[in-house]
């Protein structure tokens, strides 16, 4: 079956520190691979995505490649801001539908 | 429109009182999807609507939930007799018919239902 599964948060950093959140997916075929980031009050967003093997998505400093072997999708980024405190969702689309995990609270102090 | 609106925004209601709850997709967005977020938790599929092709009613909770879309407009979700856990934010989403493997959704700021 389909399905994604991510690291629990929360994770709190402070301002500059280094970020991963890990996200690791199954799937039957190939999906596209997304990584979705909630603002408090605000609805979901879409950060970055990457659509086959070894593509790298990248945008605002984020940045996730898709690995086959590991079935993995991490999110990296190298010096996370206050405003970057949000709720980020990994995502698969399989068969016309998206597969949410759970969601990873991050909180960065200034 | 130039996002995806949901109204109203909040909603506060009794215990075994129906709501309804509404969807303004993209203009020219064929795909349009409802789900619900329970509070500290991910997305939870509802339903799916791909133009006028039979809509994909398999995350459906109950038979008190319903939703119906007219075309490639305006969505309704309908929560019959609602009870506390029905208590979430439900969020729309909407795409191009060939968009979602490639650009994604985009999603509505959602809908806070509280049941009371």
């Known amino acids: 079956g389909n399905s994604v599964t991510q690291m629990e948060g929360p994770v709190t950093l402070s301002e500059e520190a280094f970020l991963t959140i890990n996200c690791t997916y199954t799937a039957t075929g190939y999906p596209s691979l997304f990584w979705y980031v909630q603002y408090p009050g605000e609805g979901l967003q879409l950060l970055l995505k990457a659509t086959k093997a070894d593509d790298k998505g990248s945008n605002k400093g984020f940045e996730a490649t898709y690995r086959k072997e590991t079935t993995s999708f991490h999110l990296e980024k190298g010096s996370v801001q206050v405003s970057d405190s949000a709720v980020y969702f990994c995502a698969s689309y399989n068969f016309n539908k998206f597969y949410f995990g759970s969601g990873t609270k991050l909180n960065v102090k200034p | 429109g130039a996002g995806v609106s949901q109204s109203p925004s909040n909603k506060v209601t009794e215990k075994g009182k129906d709501v309804e709850l509404r969807c303004d997709p993209i203009s020219g967005h064929t795909a349009l999807y409802w789900y619900r977020q329970r509070l500290g938790q991910g997305l939870e599929f509802l339903i799916y609507?791909?133009?006028?092709?039979?809509?994909?009613k398999s995350g459906l909770p109950s038979d008190r939930f319903s939703a119906e879309r007219t075309g490639e407009s305006v969505s309704t979700l309908t929560i019959q007799r609602t009870q506390q856990e029905d208590s979430a934010v439900y969020l729309c989403?909407?795409?191009?018919?060939?968009?979602?493997?490639?650009?994604?959704?985009?999603f509505g700021s959602g809908t806070r239902l509280t049941v009371v």
């Open positions: 609507f791909q133009g006028n092709s039979a809509p994909d």
């Open positions: 989403a909407s795409s191009t018919r060939d968009g979602p493997g490639i650009y994604g959704y985009t």
